[in-house]
């Protein structure tokens, strides 16, 4: 059997300790989050991402033992496992490796082979094979065929021809040379497509693949997305090319030993049945497979990044809000939220629809504004979104009390106020006013009301719905989880939604938890918690670091510092002098504290130090500071764009070819990569990330197709 820690320490390159240690915690129930953040000792400081390695090679590993064991067994059934078979089972290290060396012996439908075998022709081919040898005697397969006549097989042909299916099966069935020819394809293996004569040109959204190749090595996962989603859509004919003269040579070679002249032809015939028939189709499938899964990884990765830029945006702030939910003929419709997020108040306006109802809109804002000394708008960057925008520009230039007017992006929004959450939450409220209050707490504090969404409705994604779904969900929920739980969440405040996503916190914790404040009032202290119902001692500590209480009676339960260190804190303070109650003054300090003096058996410096790490700044949001753009007055719509003009805009997407940048026009421009900065950029994750805001320079404008060019270079 493998040796599973060993086999993950050495293709991770970590510490062999580590990995046993970690997957020891993963084992007994702790979260990667927490034992990213509190258990550095245990693991030698292991970071999510390695965890995460740990944790999905580790059941990749199990799943292929536990596979391993189910073909010893089935070959072990058919009298064939010998010591040799089996240790080349035992070390395989990948599943296709695997599934390679139980091929031979995998119960098959009724093939060509079988049937050959049934009348009685495995003799027959025994000895072509033994006749396979430099030193073979010079025979005439005709003559030797004369034997294996019979009622079962009447003429010669038949007789050759059934021989020849026998051993076309047993040469696509030897691993070494499927390894061999698998790799090969891959590494010079080219995608080619045409797009099928029923669409003339310029009539599909798959134009340029219409005559595309592309080496396996070196073709973009979102090329491979798109052109499998293109032969879905029967619009692409796709294959994949390779130099087939090669690989018959390669076969020849390892196959083909004779001299005879008439048993080397025959075999050649052989080859070419068996590669054409059996090997390329079902290495093709496999080198498809292969590399769809590659783009997937990919694909996930940017759609990872990408919605870990955007949770992770940086909040406005916890104020006044009104938030705009922009239209023309159905009217705006603006919501007010509190400083906590909480609805107070609805109204709709008609900003669009004709002087006299542009002046009612522009005193309702004032008298709103007013009422609620609002120091942010929110604007849904939709239809009218620009338009509203201009409106509320002119309203707040007439008054003393001027907010801060921000553009939101409203991707999911519709999606969020129909879902059941928005319902349970406002059930007495309309659709659109559901989805107004949602872009106002966008602004307010983007990851408390994102994890409200499907991540695949938010719209950073890269070919979301083509790839494996089962995956994608994975990967996304580990983001969220990794997000909140690097930001925290406010115990008293933050939704149900956000709390499930807090180390060691399942759905019935979480409504247990927000049912508990609503009978019982705010939580005073993070013990508190052991209270609630269901929540034990094990989540208690998997929890307990990432949940804040503002004001609560120890100032510890606001910060990352976790219950179990308090007394460490506690002796710190005490040797500095410094009344816990005020430990916020302790960062004039820190420079004086000798870690070395606070370590146990429990606790090492890595812990210590972020212990200090978090006193320099109890409470404080890790998130960057808050900036938003300014879009250009009289920029609209596609049509006003001219080339040359520079813009300020917001990156809304990232991709592995570029990025896409909201100008204000609802239609997003492409930067290329290779618009993105002055020098080479190979990835484009170095240079932007979502919710950036960019200056860019427009290129060029195509109306019809609604695409728009712009350029980051100076």
Same mark, same amino acid.
Request: contains cysteine; aromatic residues 6%.
């Given at each position: 059997?493998?040796?599973?820690?060993?086999?993950?320490?050495?293709?991770?390159?970590?510490?062999?300790?580590?990995?046993?240690?970690?997957?020891?915690?993963?084992?007994?129930?702790?979260?990667?989050?927490?034992?990213?953040?509190?258990?550095?000792?245990?693991?030698?400081?292991?970071?999510?991402?390695?965890?995460?390695?740990?944790?999905?090679?580790?059941?990749?590993?199990?799943?292929? &033992?536990?596979?391993?064991?189910?073909?010893?067994?089935?070959?072990?059934?058919?009298? #064939?496992? $010998?010591?040799?078979? @089996?240790?080349?089972?035992?070390?395989?290290?990948?599943?296709?490796?695997?599934?390679?060396?139980?091929?031979?012996?995998?119960?098959?439908?009724?093939?060509?082979?079988?049937?050959?075998?049934?009348?009685?022709?495995?003799?027959?081919?025994?000895?072509?094979?033994?006749?396979?040898?430099?030193?073979?005697?010079?025979?005439?397969?005709?003559?030797?065929?004369? @034997?294996?006549?019979?009622?079962?097989?009447?003429?010669?042909?038949?007789?050759?021809?059934?021989?020849?299916?026998?051993?076309?099966?047993?040469?696509?069935?030897?691993?070494?040379?499927?390894?061999?020819?698998?790799?090969?394809?891959?590494?010079?293996?080219?995608?080619?497509?045409?797009?099928?004569?029923?669409?003339?040109?310029?009539?599909?959204?798959?134009?340029?693949?219409?005559?595309?190749?592309?080496?396996?090595?070196?073709?973009?996962?979102?090329?491979?997305?798109?052109?499998?989603?293109?032969?879905?859509?029967?619009?692409?004919?796709?294959?994949?090319?390779?130099?087939? %003269?090669?690989?018959?040579?390669?076969?020849?070679?390892?196959?083909?030993?004779?001299?005879?002249?008439?048993?080397?032809?025959?075999?050649?015939?052989?080859?070419?049945? %068996?590669?054409?028939?059996?090997?390329?189709?079902?290495?093709?499938?496999?080198?498809?497979?292969?590399?769809?899964?590659?783009?997937?990884?990919? +694909?996930?990765?940017?759609?990872?990044?990408?919605?870990?830029?955007?949770?992770? =945006?940086?909040?406005?702030?916890?104020?006044?809000?009104?938030?705009?939910?922009?239209?023309?003929?159905?009217?705006?419709?603006?919501?007010?939220? %509190?400083?906590?997020?909480?609805?107070?108040?609805?109204?709709?306006?008609?900003?669009?629809?004709? %002087?006299?109802?542009?002046?009612?809109?522009?005193?309702?804002?004032? #008298?709103?504004?007013?009422?609620? +000394?609002?120091?942010?708008?929110?604007?849904?960057?939709?239809?009218?979104?620009?338009?509203?925008?201009?409106?509320?520009?002119?309203?707040?230039?007439?008054?003393?009390?001027?907010?801060?007017?921000?553009?939101? $992006?409203?991707?999911?929004? +519709?999606?969020?106020?129909?879902?059941?959450?928005?319902?349970?939450?406002?059930?007495?409220?309309?659709?659109?006013?559901?989805?107004?209050?949602?872009?106002?707490?966008?602004?307010?504090?983007?990851?408390?009301?994102?994890?409200?969404?499907?991540?695949?409705?938010?719209?950073?994604?890269?070919?979301?719905?083509?790839?494996?779904?089962?995956?994608?969900?994975?990967?996304?929920?580990?983001?969220?989880?990794?997000?909140?739980?690097?930001?925290?969440?406010?115990?008293?405040?933050?939704?149900?939604?956000?709390?499930?996503?807090?180390?060691?916190?399942?759905?019935?914790?979480?409504?247990?938890?927000?049912?508990?404040?609503?009978?019982?009032?705010?939580?005073?202290?993070?013990?508190?918690?052991?209270?609630?119902?269901?929540?034990?001692?094990?989540?208690?500590?998997?929890?307990?670091?990432?949940?804040?209480?503002?004001?609560?009676?120890?100032?510890?339960?606001?910060?990352?510092?976790?219950?179990?260190?308090?007394?460490?804190?506690?002796?710190?303070?005490?040797?500095?002098?410094?009344?816990?109650?005020?430990?916020?003054?302790?960062?004039?300090?820190?420079?004086?504290?000798?870690?070395?003096?606070?370590?146990?058996?429990?606790?090492?410096?890595?812990?210590?130090?972020?212990?200090?790490?978090?006193?320099?700044?109890?409470?404080?949001?890790?998130?960057?500071?808050?900036?938003?753009?300014?879009?250009?007055?009289?920029?609209?719509?596609?049509?006003?764009?001219?080339?040359?003009?520079?813009?300020?805009?917001?990156?809304?997407?990232?991709?592995?070819?570029?990025?896409?940048?909201?100008?204000?026009?609802?239609?997003?421009?492409?930067?290329?990569?290779?618009?993105?900065?002055?020098?080479?950029? =190979?990835?484009?994750? &170095?240079?932007?990330?979502?919710?950036?805001?960019?200056?860019?320079?427009?290129?060029?404008?195509?109306?019809?197709?609604?695409?728009?060019?712009?350029?980051?270079?100076?």
């Amino acid at each position: 059997m493998l040796n599973i820690i060993q086999v993950i320490a050495t293709e991770l390159s970590l510490n062999i300790h580590s990995v046993e240690s970690a997957l020891n915690l993963l084992n007994e129930g702790s979260t990667v989050p927490f034992i990213a953040r509190y258990r550095k000792e245990v693991t030698g400081s292991l970071n999510e991402i390695e965890l995460r390695d740990i944790q999905e090679r580790f059941t990749y590993l199990q799943e292929l &033992e536990n596979r391993k064991q189910v073909i010893l067994d089935g070959i072990a059934q058919q009298d #064939k496992l $010998n010591d040799t078979l @089996k240790a080349q089972i035992l070390a395989c290290l990948q599943k296709n490796e695997l599934e390679d060396l139980y091929l031979p012996y995998k119960p098959k439908r009724r093939t060509r082979g079988a049937i050959a075998r049934e009348k009685g022709l495995t003799p027959f081919a025994e000895i072509i094979k033994s006749l396979n040898n430099p030193q073979s005697q010079v025979i005439s397969l005709e003559k030797e065929v004369q @034997k294996y006549l019979g009622k079962e097989v009447t003429t010669i042909a038949d007789c050759l021809s059934g021989v020849a299916d026998i051993l076309a099966e047993e040469i696509a069935e030897i691993a070494e040379l499927r390894a061999y020819l698998r790799e090969f394809i891959l590494n010079n293996g080219t995608f080619i497509s045409k797009i099928k004569k029923d669409y003339p040109e310029g009539t599909t959204k798959f134009e340029m693949y219409r005559n595309f190749r592309c080496k396996l090595t070196t073709i973009a996962p979102h090329n491979i997305l798109a052109l499998f989603r293109g032969e879905t859509e029967k619009i692409l004919s796709v294959d994949i090319d390779f130099e087939e %003269s090669t690989v018959f040579n390669y076969l020849e070679y390892k196959i083909i030993k004779t001299k005879n002249k008439e048993l080397k032809t025959f075999y050649q015939e052989v080859l070419k049945d %068996s590669f054409n028939r059996l090997i390329k189709p079902s290495l093709i499938r496999d080198v498809r497979g292969e590399t769809k899964t590659w783009a997937d990884i990919e +694909s996930i990765k940017t759609f990872e990044a990408n919605l870990r830029q955007l949770l992770l =945006s940086p909040p406005a702030g916890m104020k006044p809000t009104m938030a705009i939910d922009p239209g023309f003929r159905t009217g705006c419709k603006v919501v007010i939220l %509190s400083q906590t997020g909480q609805f107070l108040e609805y109204q709709a306006i008609f900003p669009h629809t004709g %002087s006299q109802k542009r002046q009612i809109a522009t005193n309702t804002i004032k #008298k709103l504004i007013q009422k609620y +000394s609002i120091e942010l708008i929110a604007i849904g960057n939709g239809t009218a979104g620009r338009e509203t925008d201009e409106f509320i520009e002119q309203v707040i230039t007439e008054i003393d009390q001027k907010p801060v007017k921000v553009m939101v $992006n409203e991707s999911g929004a +519709s999606i969020y106020s129909a879902s059941q959450v928005a319902i349970s939450e406002f059930p007495d409220l309309d659709i659109t006013v559901r989805g107004a209050i949602s872009i106002g707490r966008r602004l307010q504090d983007p990851l408390a009301e994102l994890v409200k969404i499907d991540p695949k409705s938010i719209g950073v994604g890269q070919y979301q719905h083509d790839v494996d779904q089962k995956l994608l969900k994975q990967k996304l929920e580990e983001t969220v989880e990794s997000c909140v739980n690097y930001v925290g969440v406010d115990l008293n405040t933050d939704s149900q939604e956000l709390l499930v996503f807090v180390s060691g916190i399942n759905p019935t914790i979480a409504n247990n938890i927000v049912n508990y404040r609503n009978e019982k009032g705010t939580f005073k202290t993070r013990k508190e918690l052991l209270k609630v119902k269901k929540l034990g001692a094990k989540t208690f500590e998997l929890a307990a670091g990432f949940l804040r209480i503002r004001d609560g009676e120890n100032p510890l339960d606001n910060t990352a510092v976790h219950p179990e260190s308090y007394p460490i804190v506690k002796n710190i303070a005490q040797d500095l002098n410094i009344p816990l109650s005020k430990i916020a003054d302790i960062n004039t300090q820190t420079k004086n504290i000798d870690l070395k003096k606070y370590v146990t058996d429990t606790t090492g410096l890595p812990t210590l130090k972020d212990i200090v790490q978090e006193l320099e700044k109890p409470g404080r949001d890790p998130r960057s500071q808050f900036e938003y753009a300014t879009f250009k007055e009289g920029i609209k719509e596609i049509s006003d764009l001219k080339e040359g003009m520079e813009l300020e805009g917001v990156v809304t997407n990232v991709v592995n070819f570029g990025a896409f940048v909201d100008v204000g026009v609802h239609q997003d421009g492409l930067v290329h990569i290779s618009q993105l900065a002055d020098r080479f950029v =190979s990835d484009t994750n &170095e240079v932007v990330k979502v919710g950036q805001v960019v200056r860019v320079r427009v290129l060029e404008v195509n109306e019809k197709l609604k695409r728009i060019g712009l350029s980051m270079k100076n």
